[in-house]
């Protein structure tokens, strides 16, 4: 069965500052999908970056970016210039062929002014 | 139009009680899906619906959990016999399919159930 872990349960950050969310994954499929959430305290899951398995740019959006070492079965969120709307928790996921996401456990992230 | 609603958005009953979660994805998605996310965890999947059918229900954690979705549209979660352990938020995502493909899933606002 496939696994999302994401070993930092809180980071904090400055304002404007660049902050990295570590993530690993385990699965046996070769072609997948991986995704960043932020889910702010409204609850609502709202999706940040998503990277396809067999495209070897990362993706970037706007201050996102990831770092994807398929090799590695790593996936990091980089946000640069820190704002005080990204406070919230962040997940990564997983999905392979089947639509069902499988997330980890979610990285508290803090911004300080 | 509207994003994916889920009523009602707090729902507490006892222990043993039948509850209803109901969920309004996005028009014209065909695709429905169903997480429980407890405390300080990620969402797990239990359900996800292509049109009126269930394609997937393997995350159902036990026969007392049942969803359905009869015009394709909305679709309910039901517990029956409710536990404490059942207490979580259940959040719906609903998503496009184009050509076979699964597009981006877009989450409501989920229902906090609390079973006393």
């Known amino acids: 069965a496939q696994t999302v872990t994401q070993s930092q349960p809180e980071m904090s950050v400055q304002e404007a500052e660049t902050v990295t969310l570590s993530c690993t994954y385990d699965?046996?499929?070769?072609?997948?999908?991986l995704f960043w959430y932020k889910q702010p305290p409204s609850r609502q899951m709202i999706l940040v970056i998503r990277q396809e398995a067999y495209k070897q740019q990362n993706a970037t959006e706007n201050r996102f970016s990831v770092n994807f070492q398929k090799a590695a079965k790593s996936f990091s969120l980089k946000i640069s210039d820190s704002q005080l709307g990204d406070a919230a928790m962040y997940f990564c996921a997983y999905r392979s062929a089947s639509p069902k996401l499988v997330f980890g456990a979610g990285t508290i992230l803090r911004v300080k002014s | 139009g509207a994003g994916v609603s889920q009523t009602p958005s707090n729902k507490v009953t006892e222990k043993g009680k039948y509850v209803e979660l109901r969920c309004d994805p996005i028009?014209?998605?065909?695709?429905l899906y169903w997480y429980r996310q407890s405390l300080g965890q990620g969402p797990e999947f239990l359900i996800y619906?292509?049109?009126?059918?269930?394609?997937?229900d393997s995350g159902l954690p036990n026969d007392r959990f049942f969803a359905v979705r009869p015009e394709g549209s909305v679709s309910t979660l039901k517990i029956q016999r409710t536990e404490r352990g059942d207490s979580a938020v259940y959040l719906c995502a609903s998503s496009l399919i184009l050509q076979g493909i699964y597009n981006e899933q877009f989450f409501g606002p989920g229902t906090r159930l609390t079973v006393l």
């Open positions: 619906f292509q049109g009126t059918g269930a394609a997937d």
């Open positions: 028009s014209g998605h065909t695709a």
């Open positions: 699965t046996s499929e070769s072609d997948y999908y």
